[in-house]
C-alpha cells in the first residue's frame, strides 16, 4: 500500500517524536492513503512537502483498525486526545478533523449528546489516517519519494 506524510520538509526516515499535542490515534508518525488529504495537511505549513512510503505489514505487529467511524472509534479517539495512552503499534482508521473534532468536544462538554454527534459527523467526507505507535511499527515504511503539494 501507498500511503503519504504531508508536511513542512521531505521525511526520507520516519521517527515518533513525542509533543504535548495529543492526537486522535495518540503520539506517532501519522500518514494517510489518500494522497490529496495529505496534500491538505502539507498545507499547513508555509514549506508543502509530501512524502510517498510503501507500507508493507511485518509479521507479529499489533494493528488496531478501525474500519468506520464507530463507538468505539469514538471512545478510542476521546481517550487518546485526553492523553490516555494504548499499547497498539498501528492504529488506523478515519480521522477526526477540525469540524468533527470540534464536534468531539462539544460531545466531551456534555454539548452535544453521542446521537446528535454522529446526525453530525455523518455528512463530513471520508478522511483517512494511519498512525505508526512504536519504533517497530516505522520498519513497516520504506520511502519512495518525495514533492511540493
Not at 508555509?46 to 468505539?72: A, G
Not at 473534532?101 to 467526507?125: M, P, S, V
Request: aromatic share 14%.
Amino acid at each position: 500500500m501507498r500511503v503519504y506524510h504531508g508536511g513542512y520538509c521531505e521525511i526520507k526516515t520516519p521517527e515518533i517524536r513525542l509533543s504535548g499535542h495529543n492526537k486522535d490515534f495518540g503520539q506517532g508518525f501519522y500518514c494517510t492513503g489518500f494522497q490529496i488529504q495529505a496534500k491538505r495537511w502539507a498545507k499547513r505549513f508555509e514549506k508543502h512537502i509530501v512524502s510517498v512510503f510503501d507500507y508493507v505489514e511485518i509479521p507479529d505487529v499489533d494493528i488496531l483498525r478501525f474500519e468506520t467511524m464507530t463507538e468505539e472509534w469514538l471512545d478510542f479517539i476521546v481517550d487518546c486526545r485526553s492523553g490516555k495512552p494504548h499499547g497498539h503499534e498501528i492504529v488506523t482508521g478515519a480521522m477526526a478533523n477540525d469540524q468533527v473534532w470540534n464536534y468531539i468536544a462539544d460531545y466531551i462538554d456534555g454539548i452535544l449528546t453521542r446521537e446528535q454527534f454522529w446526525a453530525l459527523a455523518k455528512f463530513k467526507r471520508p478522511t483517512h489516517q494511519i498512525a505508526f505507535c512504536s519504533p517497530r511499527s516505522l520498519s513497516c515504511l520504506t520511502f519512495i519519494e518525495s514533492y511540493g503539494a
